[in-house]
């Protein structure tokens, strides 16, 4: 095996075994590119990066021993191509970049370039679709052909194509459907067409309407499904900023009926924490699946005290209701962030034991 010093030369320089700009890496390249630009720049663009590309861009630059000067001239020119050929995109997309990169630099530059930059943001069709609200979509497209709103659903994110087929037409729902599941492959060609067509329509419709994004709940569903080590970062640092907001975040983030989460173990401890009769107030407006969870970790003497407790209690106001909820809820977080118990949020790694 080559040792450190071998494996930086053969990085970035021709000395070191690398006699070809095209055998380098993207991840060579991308560190060849911020050391060129030198370290005051460098930083800056750090710190738009995610902590995994860092330590990657981190690693390859250690092991830059020295920087050829033409790959270095040949970076910084591919890079210029490529922020070209993106504004081309932006403006007038694909085909426009392709025509304009052609006219500058050849057929075969301009079909490199645009293949390179298509491949690394894996840009799809209907991308401009993509980016408009389900509501305003779906008045957009349900007057299209069966074939065609299969076609754009086919990609858009499963959350918004199913917002979207739930709320079509019921007479057509199950043509969509069926020729969703039966669709194969489809013509490059026609897929252009049709989204020149469709966007062509876009454009004409108003867009004076405000689109409805972010607000407390957008931050609560972003927070429930990243790492544990990021959530805690940010409500920290949100409690210096703005302590209600914190609190709002932190009472949305975790309902009452989440508790249905938690494995069997992690609630015997809640419960031993709670009082029964704030239990029982509790449990009053909850489904029976919530109850069922409650009744199954306790014994039968005490579930059954539980049940009569309930039973006989009489009107409780709701409010009072949801502030034992919300007082139970605190305890699941204290134990949470004690390390006692763990909350299986969505997209998490499953626990095994």
């Known amino acids: 095996m080559a040792d450190s010093k071998g494996a930086a030369k053969s990085s970035g320089g021709k000395k070191g075994g690398v006699k070809d700009y095209k055998s380098l890496s993207g991840r060579t390249k991308a560190a060849i590119f911020l050391v060129s630009l030198g370290s005051d720049v460098s930083s800056e663009i750090m710190k738009h990066l995610r902590e995994d590309e860092v330590e990657a861009l981190t690693f390859e630059i250690a092991r830059l021993e020295t920087v050829e000067a033409d790959f270095k001239d040949q970076v910084l020119e591919e890079f210029q191509e490529l922020m070209n050929a993106q504004n081309f995109i932006t403006t007038g997309g694909i085909d426009y970049a392709r025509e304009l990169l052609e006219k500058s630099l050849g057929s075969q530059k301009a079909i490199d370039i645009i293949n390179r930059l298509t491949s690394s943001l894996q840009v799809r069709p209907f991308d401009a679709i993509r980016r408009q609200d389900p509501a305003h979509l779906l008045n957009f497209i349900q007057q299209e052909y069966p074939q065609t709103i299969a076609l754009i659903l086919a990609y858009l994110e499963p959350v918004k194509a199913a917002a979207i087929l739930q709320n079509l037409p019921a007479e057509i729902q199950p043509e969509v459907s069926k020729r969703l599941a039966t669709m194969d492959r489809t013509s490059p060609d026609v897929l252009r067409e049709i989204e020149r067509v469709l966007e062509k329509k876009l454009s004409t419709l108003s867009s ?46 975790f309902v009452f009926e989440d508790i249905v989460l938690l494995d069997d173990r992690s609630i015997q401890k809640v419960l031993r924490e709670v009082d029964n009769a704030d239990l029982a ?73």
């Open 208 to 253: 004076e309407d405000y689109t409805a994004a972010g607000g407390t709940q957008a931050i609560v569903d972003i927070l429930n499904v990243i790492d544990r080590t990021s959530e805690k970062a940010i409500i920290e640092a949100l409690e210096e900023d703005d302590p209600d907001l914190a609190e709002e975040i932190k009472k949305r983030m």
């Open 281 to 353: 107030k509790a449990l009053k407006n909850v489904d029976t699946e919530v109850q069922d969870k409650i009744f199954k970790n306790m014994s039968k003497r005490s579930s059954s005290m539980l049940r009569e407790e309930m039973e006989f209690m009489g009107p409780v106001r709701l409010k009072d209701v949801e502030e034992i909820q919300q007082k139970i809820v605190s305890t699941i977080r204290r134990l949470e962030e004690a390390g006692e118990i763990v909350i299986a949020r969505s997209g998490e790694d499953e626990m095994v034991v």
